[in-house]
């Protein structure tokens, strides 16, 4: 497969309300970056940085605007960041969120990523570093990126906090002063890897809302682990699917052009795991029917709609052979704060 790394759509940020106020169309954003509009209405939702790097840079070209990632980087907060932003805006220090953002990254919000502290004499180098081999969108994804580290800082520091001087690694000269001008930072190219500098005795600065608020939940934190191990080919398909189903019903010949296999290929190696790829389908659309009907707004035939079914009574006996409760009665369960268990056949 193509894609080595994964990111949530929470770190896109508020970019629906920058393109349009800069009077780019979001929807033609999207579909030029052959992204489900759906996205927008899923923080949660996985996808490949690649395509998360293509949708920025596609962005970018959308507005005539090469430094557009750090005008959304500056109206993005941690809050929008969900369980992976409250987690480290819950540390007691910046050093311990530091930590926190570096551990936990690549497991909750985004692999093929690293967060690494160093330093230097009186000075941390906070740096991202990608593995992932795309290059399109690269530096746009990097601004972005760089901007969501200096709202952790700042979240210690002062909301008007800036690092003493920003570094990316390839940055054409023609940007240095747009972006300089939008940072009111030094700006600098030439490392390894993108990074902002500090002093380090900000390490220590205590968390000015220490105690406040309710702290996660075991529950929650189990959402750590939920990206997809690089040699996990079910659990990376899994995620191509569930990114299409946001748009439409993916296909097998849909899914193996996103994954870079061949329909048999990508058929015969999840036979070799004792998979196939309608076990995968079906289970991707149960995942998001029980997701969907825990929205009470949503009537059966939406949801049904959403899923790619014509017909809602279509929908509802998969769903029973899936779960084993017609849709109707699973929400009435679900309300009532039992959730049944769940089994049965490829619908």
């Known amino acids: 497969m ?22 780019g169309s979001i929807a033609r954003v999207f579909r030029r970056a052959d992204l489900p509009l759906g996205l927008l209405d899923a923080p949660d939702a996985l996808l490949p940085l690649r395509d998360h790097f293509r949708l920025l840079m596609v962005t970018s070209r959308e507005l005539h605007d090469e430094v557009f990632a750090v005008r959304l980087g500056r109206q993005t907060s941690m809050a929008g960041l969900g369980i992976f932003g409250r987690w480290v805006a819950q540390a007691p220090t910046l050093l311990e969120a530091i930590h ?10 985004q692999n093929a990523t690293r967060l690494v502290v160093r330093r230097h004499g009186s000075e941390i180098h ?65 490392n390894a890897a993108s990074a902002i500098v500090f002093d380090r005795r900000l390490l220590a600065a205590v968390n000015p809302n220490l105690g406040e608020g309710d702290g996660l939940r075991a529950s929650e934190l189990g959402r750590i682990f939920d990206l997809p191990d690089p040699e996990d080919l079910p659990g990376r398909l899994s995620v191509l699917i569930e990114l299409e189903l946001l748009g439409r019903r993916p296909t097998l ?7 870079g296999l061949t329909p048999r290929t990508l058929q015969r190696r999840l036979g070799e795991a004792g998979l196939s790829y309608r076990d995968l389908l079906r289970n991707a659309l149960q995942r998001r029917a029980m997701r969907l009907l825990g929205q009470k707004d949503r009537s059966i035939g939406e949801i049904a709609s959403m899923l790619g079914y014509d017909d809602p009574a279509h929908f509802s006996r998969a769903f029973e052979r899936w779960s084993g409760a017609a849709p109707t009665r699973w929400r009435r369960l679900l309300e009532s704060g039992v959730r049944p ?7």
Do not use: K
């Open 341 to 347: 268990g769940t089994s049965g056949s490829p619908g």
């Open 126 to 190: 906070w740096s991202y570093e990608l593995s992932e081999p795309a290059r399109d969108g690269r530096l746009q994804n990097e601004m972005l990126a760089i901007w969501y580290m200096i709202a952790v800082v700042r979240h210690f520091a002062g909301a008007c906090w800036l690092p003493s001087r920003i570094i990316f690694a390839d940055l054409p000269n023609r940007l240095r002063c747009p972006i300089g001008a939008l940072t009111c930072t030094d700006t600098v190219s030439g």
């Open 100 to 109: 926190r953002a570096g551990t936990s990254l690549p497991h909750m919000l």
């Open 253 to 259: 010949s849909s899914i193996g052009s996103r994954s």
């Open 2 to 23: 193509h894609q080595t790394g994964y990111t949530r759509a929470s770190t896109l940020g508020p970019i629906a309300e920058v393109v349009t106020a800069a009077g």
